[in-house]
């Protein structure tokens, strides 16, 4: 029985998507839940599983193709595994293992690094993949055909009379062009027209983190043992300040929508987080009515799933405000960039011991720098300046995130 395997249904913000990896080739065997090709979109890397057993009986996309909603990507022959297996256990020719170990590697590759291996007559055994699961990729084989021409294979006698010379610089100026990730080139896209379609602003503060420290300090063995292993960290407070804050000051949690003004009564709090792929923000739906250790957890939830490309386009989609830290990667200071259509962004950075005047007297201090950006379009000066002394506030005496004071 056949049957299609097609591309997941795209929300309305995804026009398309970009067949990422093949992980199966055509007569491969599969299992059900298997994972067998990874689609890219301008948001997150989606993946596609077996809907059963059976064999790949023909691939419809290649790697690099653009494919729409629910396009066919493959045919599935249920069942076909078992059939097509041998049924004899006889031992093979000696050099059966030896072909096998060729035909695997050759299926490791790609469309454009399978033409190259042909071309050329390479034995795909002798070049190591640096691709997802040790995949050959075209640059594997181009590389490998340098040191090929670069160095051609000496005669054991001649080899062993050359002596052995220190190799210096050789003054070439390696340069290597490949094409920009659909998720980087969108990720520019929205970067450029942040810059470009808003009236963008920065305005700083700073906050004393030695009360938070203290609690954290505190608590935070306990935290983890009532919390079923949940960390009690900084981003946590700066969240519930930012829902806080964000009832006082609605404007920072509105949006622009042509000539329309849209308030939002509720706190999606969208959390930057750094992947590979590049920065992705997935939001914290109802952040106001979460608990610290639900924020917490769900952050970190949030954190790894993005790092294994789990996460869906629903966990990336809408957000009314968005909490960004720098701070984890050594900045000090920075003037984040707003993420359309909302119009206001906290950015967060590295805790430092500072000399500060404290009634008349210099202590040292863990202070850290904070950054709000907003679109001056809609958010007065005035408003910026008290919503972030007012995230301030409840970060320099926290028992007023709870008190809501």
């Known amino acids: 029985m056949a049957i299609e395997i097609k591309a997941p249904a795209f929300p309305e913000s995804v026009a398309d998507g970009e067949i990422a990896s093949w992980h199966k080739g055509e007569g491969d065997a599969v299992a059900r839940d298997e994972l067998i090709v990874e689609i890219e979109t301008d948001k997150v890397v989606m993946e596609v599983l077996a809907p059963e057993d059976g064999v790949i009986s023909k691939i419809h996309a290649q790697e690099g193709d653009t494919i729409q909603s629910e396009q066919v990507l493959a045919t599935l022959e249920q069942g076909a595994a078992s059939a097509s297996a041998p049924a004899s256990k006889e031992p093979a020719p000696a050099a059966a293992p030896a072909a096998k170990a060729d035909s695997a590697a050759a299926e490791m590759t790609g469309p454009a690094a399978r033409q190259l291996l042909e071309e050329h007559k390479l034995d795909p055994s002798s070049i190591t993949g640096t691709g997802k699961g040790g995949r050959i990729t075209k640059e594997d084989i ?121 308030y939002h009564g509720y706190q999606d709090i969208g959390v930057a987080v750094s992947t590979e792929n590049g920065l992705v923000v997935p939001v914290l739906r109802d952040a106001d009515f979460m608990s610290l250790a639900d924020v917490e957890a769900a ?107």
């Not at 938070?212 to 700066?238: C, I, P």
């Not at 829902?243 to 949006?255: D, Q, W």
């Not at 957000?319 to 993420?339: A, E, Q, R």
């Open 299 to 405: 952050i970190r939830d949030l954190g790894i799933r993005a790092k294994d490309n789990k996460l869906t386009i629903e966990d990336m989609t809408g957000g009314t405000f968005t909490v960004t830290n720098g701070g984890v990667f050594g900045s000090l200071l920075s003037t984040p960039i707003l993420n359309p259509p909302q119009t206001g962004i906290l950015g967060m950075h590295k805790i430092q011991d500072r000399p500060m005047a404290v009634n008349g007297q210099v202590v040292i201090l863990p202070m850290m720098n904070l950054a709000l950006s907003y679109d001056h379009r809609l958010i007065d000066g005035k408003t910026a300046v008290q919503f972030l002394v007012a995230i301030k506030d409840l970060i320099e005496d926290p028992a007023r995130i709870l008190l809501q004071l």
């Open 142 to 262: 181009l590389d490998h055909l340098k040191t090929k021409d670069a160095a051609p294979a000496l005669s054991p006698a001649v080899a062993a009379a050359v002596p052995a010379v220190p190799v210096g610089p050789s003054g070439e100026r390696v340069e290597k062009r490949v094409p920009m990730t659909r998720m980087r080139a969108r990720i520019a896209e929205r970067l450029l027209e942040a810059t470009q379609q808003t009236a963008m602003l920065t305005t700083f503060n700073e906050v004393n983190m030695a009360p938070v420290m203290a609690l954290r300090s505190k608590y935070k063995d306990q935290f983890e043992k009532v919390h079923n292993g949940t960390r009690l960290g900084f981003m946590g407070f700066f969240v519930k300040a930012a829902c806080e804050a964000l009832k006082r000051f609605p404007a920072v949690n509105a949006s622009i929508d042509g000539s329309d003004v849209v």
